[in-house]
T-cell receptor, first 114, second 108 residues
C-alpha cells in the first residue's frame, strides 16, 4: 500500500514569489491535513480538508490556502512568500476527519525562501 | 504559556534504560497523539488515545484526561529509539496543537 506522497521534496523560492505544494494521500483516505514545522515555532496546524471541503483551519494568514480534489489529492499554496515561510511543510492523511484517526505523514516539502 | 508542554526537552540515556516522556496540556481535549520524528523529518504516528493506556511492543502510552496529563514510556530502550517524540492534542475534533517535542538519545 503506497504511503503519503509529497512533491516537491525540496524547493527554493525568493521573497514575493508564490509556491504550490502537493500531497497525495493513502488510497481511500479522504482527510488531508497540512502542517508547518520551523525550528522556532515547532509544528503548527495549517488546515484540514475532508471530501473536498476545508474542515478546520489554524492561525495562519490568508496567504496560506489550500484545496482538495475529488481524488483526495490536496495542494497548498503560499502567496507573496516571506523569509519566515522557510519551513518543512508536512501533510498527513487519515480515514476520518478532525484528527480523530491514525495520521499517516508524508516526508515533507522543505521550502527555502531567499 | 504554551497550551501543550512536554518534559524533558532533551533526554540522554543508556541502552536498556526505562524512559518516560511527559505531556501536560491546559485546554480541554478529546484525544491526544504521540508521534515520533526521525532525523530527516519523517513522522510516524505511535498512539492515539483518549483514556487509559495503550501498549505496542516496548512502547506504552497513558493518559489522564481529568489531570490533563499523558506519558509515553519506552521499556528496554535501544539506540534505534533515538528520535524526537511529540505529543499533539486534539481540541474539539478541530485543531491539532503540538508540544515542542522531546529529543531522546539512547547511547549503546
Amino acid at each position: 500500500k503506497a504511503g503519503v506522497t509529497q512533491t516537491p521534496r525540496y524547493l527554493i523560492k525568493t521573497r514575493g514569489q508564490q509556491v504550490t505544494l502537493s500531497c497525495s494521500p493513502i488510497s481511500g483516505h479522504r482527510s488531508v491535513s497540512w502542517y508547518q514545522q520551523t525550528p522556532g515555532q515547532g509544528l503548527q496546524f495549517l488546515f484540514e480538508y475532508f471530501s473536498e471541503t476545508q474542515r478546520n483551519k489554524g492561525n495562519f494568514p490568508g496567504r496560506f490556502s489550500g484545496r482538495q480534489f475529488s481524488n483526495s489529492r490536496s495542494e497548498m499554496n503560499v502567496s507573496t512568500l516571506e523569509l519566515g515561510d522557510s519551513a518543512l511543510y508536512l501533510c498527513a492523511s487519515s480515514l476520518v476527519t478532525g484528527h480523530t484517526g491514525e495520521l499517516f505523514f508524508g516526508e515533507g516539502s522543505r521550502l527555502t525562501v531567499l | 504559556k504554551n497550551e501543550v508542554e512536554q518534559s524533558p526537552q532533551n533526554l540522554t540515556a543508556q541502552e536498556g534504560e526505562f524512559i518516560t516522556i511527559n505531556c501536560s496540556y491546559s485546554v480541554g481535549i478529546s484525544a491526544l497523539h504521540w508521534l515520533q520524528q526521525h532525523p530527516g523529518g519523517g513522522i510516524v504516528s505511535l498512539f492515539m488515545l483518549s483514556s487509559g493506556k495503550k501498549k505496542h511492543g516496548r512502547l506504552i502510552a497513558t493518559i489522564n484526561i481529568q489531570e490533563k496529563h499523558s506519558s509515553l514510556h519506552i521499556t528496554a530502550s535501544h539506540p534505534r529509539d533515538s528520535a524526537v517524540y511529540i505529543c499533539a492534542v486534539i481540541i474539539y475534533a478541530q485543531k491539532l496543537v503540538f508540544g515542542q517535542g522531546t529529543r531522546l538519545t539512547i547511547n549503546p
